[in-house]
Structures are given as structure tokens and as C-alpha cells.
């Protein structure tokens, strides 16, 4: 059985980023938009991962402008963008497909783990995942659900 730490991906600054060096710590994969309603949700990931990142969390943000092209810019406009206007500071990777042939193979792996309600196809930006210290999926949540609500499921992941 495969486990995220079996991927890498490209960062938003075009460097790999191999999963295993993420390695016992507890990761909120997010594919984000800069253009979206839920766009603010940022700065609250970002309060999470100051917040938690001392204990082990990595928040991973995978921009994506699959759904209403609301995310069209460079990866070095989004980098900018985010660090800007909310001072995002955790780890973003260059702008991916989530859904599809083309889907990056780690929300290939994401979905396969975490199905959806009625598919398991990523609905919306801001759709998050959390995965455990071990490399496994414990938790897919909607884009609706904010960066707060899951506080919970992350410290009990922390503390395992």
C-alpha cells in the first residue's frame, strides 16, 4: 500500500518537493485558487499552520485553476499573490490539476483514499485532506468547511 510519502511534486518556485521529507508530520493538503470565494480561507490555513507547525503540521497548498479558472496566473504571480495578501508562509507547490487524466498523481492517490459524496472527483477549490503522521488519508473536507472547524482533527492526528 502506497503512502503520500511515495510522491513528489514541483514547488511553486519550480524546485521538487520529495513527500518523504514530510516524514512524520501531519499534512492539510489544500488545492487552492486566488481568484475564488473561498480565497480568504488562506489566512486562516495560514494562523493553522503558525499555530500547529511547531507540533508537526505542514499545510501544502497546490493552486489549481480547474474549476472557473480562478486561479490563471504564474505560479510566480500566485507565490506573490498569497505571500502578499496573506502572508502565507507554508509550503506552496506549482499549480496542478486535481481532477481528470491529467490529475497530479497525488490527488490521484488523494481521491483513490478519500472519496467524495457522490464522486470521488475534487468539487471545488479549497478542498483539504489530512493525512497522518504515518502517510495516510484520514480526512477529505469540503471546500465550505473552514480551516477552524477541522482544529480538532488535527490535534488528535498531532497527538497520535
Request: glycine share 8%; aromatic share 12%; hydrophobic share 35%.
Amino acid at each position: 500500500m502506497s503512502t503520500i510519502y511515495d510522491f513528489s511534486a514541483e514547488r511553486i518556485d519550480g524546485t521538487q518537493q520529495a513527500f518523504s521529507d514530510y516524514q512524520d508530520k501531519v499534512l492539510l493538503i489544500v488545492n487552492t485558487a486566488s481568484k475564488c470565494g473561498f480565497t480568504p480561507q488562506f489566512a486562516d490555513l495560514e494562523a493553522l499552520y503558525q499555530q500547529y507547525k511547531a507540533q508537526g503540521l505542514v499545510i501544502v497548498g497546490f493552486p489549481c485553476n480547474q474549476f472557473g479558472a480562478q486561479d490563471p496566473d504564474s505560479n510566480e504571480n500566485i507565490g506573490e499573490f498569497c505571500q502578499k495578501n496573506y502572508g502565507v508562509t507554508f509550503p506552496m507547490m506549482a499549480k496542478v490539476t486535481v481532477n481528470g487524466n491529467e490529475a497530479h498523481p497525488i490527488y490521484q492517490w488523494l481521491k483513490a483514499q478519500k472519496g467524495g459524496v457522490l464522486t470521488d472527483g475534487i468539487k471545488w477549490n479549497f478542498t483539504k485532506f489530512l493525512v497522518s503522521r504515518e502517510g495516510e488519508v484520514l480526512e477529505r473536507y469540503a471546500p465550505t468547511t473552514k480551516p477552524d472547524a477541522i482544529k480538532q482533527d488535527i490535534e488528535q492526528a498531532l497527538a497520535r
